[in-house]
């Protein structure tokens, strides 16, 4: 018989992703702990940001363009919790024409030495778009 617990004995969920140019980028970085955060180059604005901490247990956390169209964004959702969406200088993050600056020193997304991954999708993809 198997021990419990076993990696034969259980169930498993894989989310995978890649980057598409120009549309989608799938990132890592290492945070700095200072409001003069790490810049994120993506090479399109963004219009949706989600991050994880990878080294510690961390929620998700989401900043989205249509709740918060001007920078500085404020406003986070953790899609992983059932809790409400978040406004506060905690999680500040500008948007910008070629990625994001964050411009906290939360651990979620900007602990120094701590590792983070990321997806982002562009506001406005046009890498391969056709004119009518």
């Not at 918060?68 to 953790?78: C, G, P, R």
């Amino acid at each position: 018989t198997s021990p419990v617990n076993s990696p034969d004995t259980e169930d498993y969920i894989a989310y995978c992703f890649h980057s598409v140019e120009g549309f989608s980028k799938v990132f890592s970085y290492t945070g700095n702990g200072s409001t003069d955060g790490p810049f994120q180059n993506l090479g399109f604005r963004p219009a949706w940001i989600l991050l994880k901490r990878t080294n510690y247990a961390s929620d998700w956390i989401l900043w989205d363009a249509k709740r918060d169209a001007y920078n500085v964004m404020d406003s986070k959702l953790s899609p992983n919790t059932s809790g409400a969406e978040y406004t506060g200088s905690a999680v500040y993050i500008d948007a910008l024409s070629n990625g994001f600056k964050l411009r906290n020193t939360d651990g979620s997304s900007n602990s120094s030495g701590d590792s983070y991954i990321g997806i982002a999708f562009a506001e406005m993809p046009a890498k391969y778009s056709l004119s009518r």
